[in-house]
Nanobody, 121 residues
Framework: QVQLVESGGGLVQAGGSLNLSCAAS????????MGWYRQRTGKQREMVAS???????NYADSVNGRFTISRDNNKHTVNLEMSSLEPEDTAVYYC???????????????WGQGTQVTVYS
């Protein structure tokens, strides 16, 4: 079973920066889409940023220009560099990966346990 482990969450002052990292491990042939989602209290989960195997990125309008997503295909990791953080960025951030494992099996949509990011003013 594929596992995703996030790290780097914490408490940061508004205007500051924070970096998140996610590592996928287990039976992995290749990782297709990887991304970061977040869920703020009382709100639905939303996509923050995603990146394809080839490096094509997508960002939510709310974070575009402030966040940068990157990945290492060999290590099966994905990072999120966050800057100019705002209190509205406070949320639990989840790592997602679409993973191809066993031959002939459909890809799996895997999620991490989440890491808390809190931004105070």
């Amino acid at each position: 079973q594929v596992q995703l482990v996030e790290s780097g969450g914490g408490l940061v002052q508004a205007g500051g920066s924070l970096n998140l990292s996610c590592a996928a491990s287990g039976r992995i042939f290749t990782t297709n889409l990887m991304g970061w989602y977040r869920q703020r209290t009382g709100k639905q989960r939303e996509m923050v940023a995603s990146i394809t195997y080839g490096g094509h990125t997508n960002y939510a309008d709310s974070v575009n220009g402030r966040f940068t997503i990157s990945r290492d295909n060999n290590k099966h990791t994905v990072n999120l560099e966050m800057s100019s953080l705002e209190p509205e960025d406070t949320a639990v951030y989840y790592c997602r990966a679409v993973v191809y494992g066993d031959v002939g099996a459909p890809p799996a949509d895997d999620w991490g346990q989440g890491t808390q990011v809190t931004v105070y003013s």
